[in-house]
């Protein structure tokens, strides 16, 4: 059977020719259907410090970009954001920061604690690389899931724009998570400068062979702050391919929870993440952080809902689920996957 989930396979549904576009999204979307559902879960994200000691080429909060006024979120203040999703019926709160290893990872196990003691919402953190026993300890305060996308395939392109870690350390990052039984989401950027389709149909590839839990995918958007500012989205002519990349992504991992990230809304304003639920995707993941943080929390630029408060950008969520006739999830939303 597994013989099915080719490269070849991969790459013949990617070269989808535009007359046959609506066939392969249709059939990415029956087997959301088929295997997750009508629900779609909302997990809220909160950003909540962008302080980074990481040079990571593509990213607008790289340690060395000085413009960009740095915050951490008191303890308290995140606390008191958790009891507010809860009543506000979310269920997950995913907890989101720039990468700086050891500072604060005390503060993040008490977090997590407190978090799981005073309400009911699941935990997911996305704070990068660290060794296996922070994820052990963090495993043991609490935390459901984690979530860190490997970002591409390709190594020589990932040495390339990561000087700060390497490809086999992020794959061992993800294999310690899944070994202590936390569920474990990855993903990759689509179009980075210097990929090709093939770079594609391998990241693909790359998320099955990893068994993962969740798998979030958007499209690189050059950063003016940082060294790829002038570059360009390998796929900037043919951006068909964001959107194939999903559907293809959901026929190799039918059971994965895959969001509508929010990059597809900063290049399809408005409608992108609607599109990105319709051709694979069942999560959504309305941001929570306040709206004095969200201007310095632009690891990329036209990054919707700046303007917004939490409130508001939950509302939108909850709307544009029920426009395109889905439901809202209700419980936690956990993997669906028997390990
Ligand atoms: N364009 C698109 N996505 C980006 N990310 C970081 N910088 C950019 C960018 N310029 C993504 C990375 C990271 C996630 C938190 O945000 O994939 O894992």
Redesign the pocket.
């Known amino acids: 059977m597994d013989n099915l989930y080719t490269k070849d396979y991969a790459l013949t549904l990617l070269n989808t020719k535009k007359g046959a576009l609506n066939e392969l999204y249709a059939k990415a979307d029956r087997i959301r259907k088929q295997y997750m559902g009508d629900e779609v879960f909302i997990r809220g994200i909160v950003e909540f410090s962008n302080i980074c000691s990481n040079n ?1 080429l ?3 909060i790289r340690a060395s970009n000085s413009n960009v006024k740095r915050y951490k979120m008191k303890m308290d203040e995140i606390l008191s954001i958790a009891k507010k999703m809860e009543k506000s019926h979310q269920t997950t709160i995913v907890l ?1 920061s720039g990468e700086i290893k050891g500072t604060y990872d005390e503060e993040i196990g008490e977090l997590i604690k407190r978090i799981k003691r005073e309400t009911s919402l699941a935990v997911t953190l ?1 704070v990068g690389n660290r060794p296996y026993e922070t994820y052990k300890y963090w495993k043991e305060c609490g935390m459901d899931r984690y979530f860190l ?1 490997f ?1 591409t395939s390709n190594r020589e392109l990932f040495s390339r724009l990561h000087p700060d870690s390497s490809f086999d350390e992020r794959i061992e990052c993800l294999m310690n998570l899944k070994s202590l039984g936390v569920q474990t989401g990855s ?3 689509i179009g980075l400068p210097g990929e090709t389709i093939e770079t594609l149909a391998e990241n693909i590839l790359l998320c099955r062979a990893l068994d993962l839990d969740m798998i979030g995918i ?6 003016p702050d ?1 060294p790829l500012g002038n570059e360009k989205n390998a796929y900037e002519d043919d951006k068909d391919m964001f959107f194939k990349a999903v559907a293809v992504l959901r026929i190799f991992n039918p059971d994965c929870h895959i969001p509508a990230t929010t ?1 597809f809304d900063a290049v399809f304003p408005g409608n992108g993440r609607n599109l990105v639920l319709q051709r694979g995707a069942n999560i959504f993941m309305p941001n929570n952080t306040p709206k004095k943080y969200r201007e310095e929390y632009l ?2 630029p036209g990054k919707p809902g700046v303007d917004e408060t939490p409130e508001e950008s939950l509302d939108s969520a909850i709307k544009r689920i029920l426009s395109i006739n889905r439901t809202v999830g209700t419980g936690p939303g956990h993997s669906i996957k028997k390990h």
């Open positions: 990571c593509y990213c607008g989101q996305s996308r970002e993903g990759f950027m958007g499209p690189f958007i050059p950063h940082t990059a690891l990329y």
